[in-house]
């Protein structure tokens, strides 16, 4: 039984209001509108029958997930009081915090660098409890917290579903480690104010774990996070086709052409209706049918757009199991299907048209580096929509975050689901997922819906 942990950062602060720097300070409280925001989470989450709520105690946080918790026992009056845990706090940075970004970038130019592009080089000199200084690594530190609070929970709650609330370091910090993402991979996640987050472990610490969705916002009217401030280079929106009646029936199709089926259209015609208002410079999408149909549905409302083919996003190639159900594949290739499903990088599959993963993510990757490079140095920031597959979208997501196909199963990837990418200056710059598998558009749940089909 899995346990699955929905993880929302904090409202605005007043210190997010006015730009400085939080960490440990605890001189930070809710604004008027971090308290709207807390409630907005609480009505997303309505019904969710909780068994355990953390916060971190800082006020910011704990004050929001009061709040969370105040809406939601207007349903489930059992819905159990926040418990605060100190490892759920705030990264440290002694000697910056209550001072704006701008004056840390200023005052410590090799630390605020090092903050910015190799976080886990990040040094600050402190004074220890007898007054002698040492070297304090907080990116590496935070990550520590980070897995200690993870076995933790997870030997506590197994099999449970549980409320955390924290912070934009710790939250990316909790992803990161639970991914297998090192302090390096700091940066490569984005977390808003009151963004949710869901995370499914299949078991304890160190066993499989799926990130379902990341920092999906659109409860607080915001379909897509914002872009960063100092953004300039591309933002890619990656949308998953819409379902077809192979993936009602988990029949495999990889690159058989198979169409949208009636469901599979209303999806994408609710992913178009999500990014109606949302500016999109150019479209991209993989030759076959279903992403296709998907892209031209939400170019309905981007009439001025024409739209790209790249003949690399198309869908892994399953060779001898395409059109097959699992039962068919397993009584041809007895143990193949169990080894895909939990060592997919091992993988060739059968036929002369089957590609191993290493494949797909060659040329799905190289696809992908055309699409960011041909919309980089830009005078003005674009935004690129692309369509693609259950595979492919996996393997872009898995690059994005510096993961290999070993890690392949992380991502889910529902039928009509939107991820954001942001690469903030460009093709050379270390790209930002900035939220994956969005469905609230699909139905009235943070959760993903869609069928869980083959690929």
Same mark, same amino acid.
């Given at each position: ?10 409202g ?113 000199r ?9 070297d ?20 506590? /709650?197994? =099999?449970q579903? %549980? +409320? #955390? *609330?924290? $912070? ?8 990161g480690?639970?991914?297998s ?7 490569a ?7 949710i ?33 100092? /953004?300039? =280079?591309?933002? %890619? +929106? #990656? *949308?998953? $086709? ?20 009636a ?10 209706e999500?990014l109606?208002t ?18 031209e ?11 790209e ?8 190639g ?11 594949i ?6 193949l299907?169990?080894q895909?499903?939990s060592?997919p ?52 997501l ?42 609230t ?15």
């Amino acid at each position: 039984m899995k346990t699955r942990v929905v993880l929302v950062r904090h409202g605005q602060s007043t210190y997010n209001a006015q730009k400085l720097i939080q960490g440990h300070c605890d001189d930070s409280g809710l604004t008027e509108l971090g308290e709207q925001q807390a409630r907005k989470v609480g009505a997303a989450l309505v019904g969710i029958p909780f068994e355990a709520v953390y916060s971190s105690p800082l006020q910011r946080a704990s004050r929001t997930a009061t709040l969370i918790v105040e809406v939601l026992r207007s349903q489930i009056p059992q819905i159990p009081t926040p418990i605060l845990d100190a490892d759920l706090r705030e990264i440290s940075l002694p000697l910056w915090e209550g001072i704006s970004f701008k004056a840390a970038e200023n005052q410590y130019p090799a630390e605020f660098k090092a903050w910015r592009s190799q976080p886990e080089t990040l040094k600050m000199r402190v004074s220890d409890a007898n007054g002698a200084e040492t070297d304090f690594y907080p990116v590496r530190s935070l990550f520590e917290q980070a897995q200690r609070f993870w076995q933790f929970l997870l030997d506590k /709650h197994r =099999g449970q579903t %549980l +409320l #955390l *609330v924290a $912070h934009s370091a710790i939250n990316r910090a909790l992803i990161g480690t639970a991914l297998s993402l090192g302090p390096e991979q700091q940066n490569a996640l984005h977390q808003a104010n009151c963004g949710i987050s869901i995370l499914n472990f299949a078991g304890g610490w160190g066993e499989a774990v799926q990130l379902e969705s990341m920092n999906i916002t659109s409860h607080m009217g915001e379909a897509l996070p914002e872009m960063r401030s100092r /953004h300039q =280079g591309p933002r %890619l +929106l #990656l *949308v998953r $086709h819409g379902e077809t009646e192979w993936n009602r029936q988990k029949r495999f199709q990889g690159q058989i052409d198979i169409p949208l089926n009636a469901n599979g259209q209303v999806q994408a015609e609710k992913a178009a209706e999500f990014l109606k208002t949302v500016q999109i410079d150019a479209a991209v999408t993989s030759p076959l049918l279903r992403p296709k149909a998907t892209a031209e549905a939400i170019l309905k409302y981007h009439p001025h757009l024409k739209l790209e083919v790249e003949d690399r996003l198309k869908e892994i190639g399953h060779g001898d199991w395409e059109g097959k159900l699992e039962a068919e594949i397993e009584a041809s290739y007895p143990g193949l299907l169990a080894q895909w499903q939990s060592a997919p990088e091992t993988v060739k599959m059968p036929g002369e048209a089957g590609e191993t993963l290493d494949q797909v993510w060659e040329r799905a990757i190289a696809g992908w580096q055309k699409i960011v490079a041909d919309y980089s140095d830009r005078s003005t920031p674009v935004t690129v929509m692309v369509s693609a597959h259950d595979a492919v979208n996996k393997a872009i997501l898995c690059h994005v975050v510096g993961l290999g196909p070993a890690h392949f199963w992380c991502f889910k990837q529902g039928n009509g689901a939107v991820s954001v990418i942001d690469y903030p200056a460009g093709v050379h710059s270390r790209p930002v997922l900035s939220a994956s598998n969005i469905t609230t558009h699909l139905s009235d749940s943070i959760f993903d819906r869609t069928a869980a089909g083959a690929l």
